[in-house]
């Protein structure tokens, strides 16, 4: 009988035991590694950075109306501008008012010197001297030949007369035979001849009084045309002074004493300032959105002026950089006498008004990051949050979304903390506005 060499099997239960020996020690290498792992996060990791904020200005949000306008730059230009022109050539003598000058009109502003203008002048004066003289002895002649040719014909009626009547009696004679026929054919041949007298004598007169109305006509035309030259002449003498043609300010002189200037050379210009208005230029989709009479404001300086649209071109123009541009006139509601013409102006086009809108104060904080988020207080932290922003209207800003009313906002500067979603803050490091 054979005998086994092992007489006994290995019992179950140690094989088991090393199994859980060979489990925990799995379990301890994951448990010395997790702790390794997790103290080396935490002591070679940096630690999420936590900025506390311990100065600070801050606001509520609040509300306020807003005004819906375009703001665009203009020019202050007089509606009526006049240029001065010499009317005659001559030299400057004197110069009587300054630029920059208000004036009224009529006034004197420069005086010229023309000798050949009174020389032509007193030439003028000698021709028209001649010519009334020349009319003068005309009448006395004509009168004097109006009065002979007159008496020509009364002593040719005279003689029909005297012809009539001794025809008549040369007839009864004849009648009752006392004379010859030849008597009575001679009576008739003088009465004929007399009538004939009294025609020729009436055409001599009805042909003097034609050769003196026409006569007397180019006389007195020498005398009026000597007049109108003689008037002429001295219109360009008056007109070496140069007067104001309208009230107003000189924006200009062109010319200084002794100086030789020509018929129509400018020598001032005159604006008249009550009539200014502001000059401009709006894109074409601006454009669409007033009418005439839309209001506005126009500030110069630190004056603020109310005006509105008085002109809207009926078509665009196109810029040098290739932009739609529409002409604009706005008129001031007061008198504009005592701007600058020319200067630069601040124009504001109402368009609408927008009340009770939500806003913040402008403050350092609107430079800060891209300007579309802000810093909400919450208790002792600051959280970022993102707001829509509207319109910008003097020292506020219009808030269109992402705040409520009263909520408190950080105003100070965003640059060291913008990064943060969230921040503690000190209250007692803050300051309201």
Request: proline share 3%.
């Amino acid at each position: 009988m054979t005998e086994p060499i092992i007489i006994k099997k290995p019992k179950p239960r140690a094989k088991r035991t090393k199994k859980f020996r060979q489990l925990g020690l799995i379990i301890f290498t994951l448990v010395v590694m997790t702790i390794i792992i997790f103290f080396s996060y935490k002591y070679f990791f940096p630690q999420e950075e936590e900025f506390i904020l311990d100065f600070y200005t801050y606001t509520n949000v609040t509300k306020r109306d807003f005004l819906d306008s375009i703001s665009a730059s203009g020019t202050i230009k007089p509606e009526l501008i006049l240029d001065i022109k010499s009317k005659a050539t001559a030299s400057v003598v004197e110069i009587l008012a300054s630029e920059g000058e208000d004036i009224k009109a009529g006034e004197t502003i420069i005086r010229l010197y023309s000798p050949e203008l009174y020389d032509a002048q007193n030439k003028a004066m000698e021709d028209l001297e001649q010519a009334k003289t020349a009319l003068t002895q005309l009448i006395k002649d004509q009168e004097y030949e109006l009065f002979a040719a007159r008496r020509k014909v009364s002593d040719a009626e005279e003689k029909v007369e005297s012809a009539q009547a001794n025809l008549e009696l040369q007839a009864v004679l004849y009648k009752y035979g006392t004379i010859a026929r030849i008597e009575l054919e001679k009576a008739e041949k003088e009465l004929a001849h007399a009538e004939q007298g009294l025609q020729q004598a009436e055409h001599d007169l009805e042909t003097t009084i034609i050769t003196h109305f026409n006569a007397l006509e180019q006389a007195e035309k020498s005398v009026s045309d000597a007049e109108q030259e003689l008037d002429s002449i001295n219109q360009d003498i008056d007109n070496l002074v140069i007067t104001a043609p309208i009230s107003g300010r000189i924006l200009a002189l062109n010319t200084t004493i002794n100086a030789q200037v020509k018929e129509s050379e400018v020598l001032a210009e005159i604006a008249d300032l009550s009539t200014q208005l502001v000059e401009l230029d709006i894109s074409a989709s601006q454009a669409e959105r007033f009418d005439i009479g839309t209001s506005a404001d126009i500030t110069v300086g630190r004056s603020e002026y109310p005006a509105a649209v008085s002109y809207i071109a009926p078509q665009a123009r196109q810029s040098q950089d290739g932009k739609s541009l529409v002409k604009v006139n706005l008129k001031l509601k007061t008198d504009p006498s005592h701007l600058r013409p020319f200067s630069t102006a601040s124009v504001s086009i109402h368009l609408g008004m927008y009340k009770d809108s939500l806003c913040l104060p402008r403050g350092p904080y609107l430079t800060s990051g891209q300007q579309l988020f802000v810093y909400r207080i919450e208790n002792s932290n600051a959280v970022r949050t993102d707001v829509q922003f509207g319109m910008l209207q003097g020292n506020y800003i219009q808030i269109l979304g992402g705040l409520d009313a009263g909520d408190s906002v950080i105003t100070s500067s965003y640059d060291q903390f913008r990064h943060f979603e969230k921040i503690k803050i000190l209250p007692e490091g803050g300051r309201e506005l």
